[in-house]
Nanobody
Framework: QVQLVESGGGLVQPGGSLRLSCAAS????????MGWYRQAPGKERELVAR??????YYTDSVKGRFTISRDNAKNTVYLQMNSLKPEDTAVYYC??????WGQGTQVTVSS
């Protein structure tokens, strides 16, 4: 069993930046897949970014603005979000190996 805890969300103005962290309760070294998802009110949860080994993928709406990375030594996955837009407002969740989910962290982009 693995527990995931997200942090780093908050209220930011359009154009601002946030860095989300997802800390795992044990080593993530052996897990190949880690992803960040988001769910806006009234919408389905969607994949934002994933990292498989060292290969990354981003949904079109965040390409060039978001960066996913992992630090195996700290058992943590990050999502650096720059040039934030109001449409990025959602609860962001991290996922490990398609199996484990965190509790989510709220990101609100508003002036």
């Amino acid at each position: 069993q693995v527990q995931l805890v997200e942090s780093g969300g908050g209220l930011v103005q359009p154009g601002g930046s946030l860095r989300l962290s997802c800390a795992a309760s044990r080593s993530i070294f052996s897990f190949n897949y880690m992803g960040w998802y988001r769910q806006a009110p009234g919408k389905e949860r969607e994949l934002v970014a994933r990292i498989v080994g060292s290969t990354t993928y981003y949904t079109d709406s965040v390409k060039g603005r978001f960066t996913i990375s992992r630090d195996n030594a700290k058992n943590t996955v990050y999502l650096q979000m720059n040039s934030l837009k109001p449409e990025d407002t959602a609860v962001y969740y991290c996922n490990l190996a398609f199996t484990y989910w965190g509790q989510g962290t709220q990101v609100t982009v508003s002036s």
